[in-house]
């Protein structure tokens, strides 16, 4: 399946030495995310979408209040997450506080990771509204609205558009799961994401999800 298909060594390879920019348009390897001393052995990293991109915003949202850095060090394997997106630094800060997230975020403004990574472009919607979203999609669209309206010059600079990104979980420095998002609102579900990074919930309706929404 082309959208759970590992990248190659060789695209690996090329990712490693691609640049990230932080909130304040710093840059450093991509691959210094994820290996390097005081670097945890497992990192989730979320691709995002644009950088107004209201399903992603609550996307963040839903994980970061299932996921906190708190559980993430009660697990038996150092682990930790990460979220890059493909619009400028400045608005690295706003998208943090709106998603209320408290891991480091990172920008790819050209999407060469994106690429390389095999994720797509597209602008449709998908068949059905992820567990994730919890919004109607008129107020998605509003909020994303008003949101760009109130970053002034930086409204124009949250990223293509048509950029969709998707999740890759690294363990030792290799990539051993990715999730290709094949629409705008095809984040892997965040009970998906509980079971690949090893949390052992007994809640039997994430179970049910899980056996849904793993292909």
């Known amino acids: 399946d082309g959208d759970t298909a590992l990248p190659t060594e060789e695209e690996w390879s090329k990712c490693a030495d691609m640049l990230v920019l932080d909130a304040e348009g710093k840059s450093r390897p991509f691959k210094s995310l994820y290996a390097g001393e005081g670097v945890a052995h497992r990192q989730m990293i979320i691709f995002v979408r644009h950088f107004f991109c209201g399903n992603c915003q609550e996307y963040v949202r839903t994980l970061c209040a299932s996921i906190t850095p708190a559980d993430l060090l009660r697990l038996p394997t150092p682990t930790f997450l990460t979220i890059v997106g493909c619009g400028a630094p400045s608005l690295i800060s706003m998208y943090a ?3 209320s997230c408290p891991f480091p975020i990172y920008t790819d403004p050209r999407a060469q990771l994106y690429s390389v990574l095999r994720m797509g472009r597209t602008l449709d919607l998908g068949p059905r509204k992820p567990d994730y979203v919890q919004t109607s999609m008129a107020g998605v669209v509003v909020s994303s609205l008003v949101q760009s309206l109130r970053m002034g010059r930086d409204a124009l600079k949250g990223g293509d558009i048509k950029q969709v990104g998707g999740e890759v979980f690294v363990e030792g420095g290799r990539p051993t799961w990715i999730w290709r998002m094949r629409n705008t609102r095809d984040h892997a579900e965040v009970p998906v994401l509980r079971r690949v990074l090893g949390f052992a919930d007994e809640d039997a309706p994430l179970k049910k999800r899980w056996s849904e929404n793993v292909r």
């Open 97 to 99: 506080s709106a998603t």
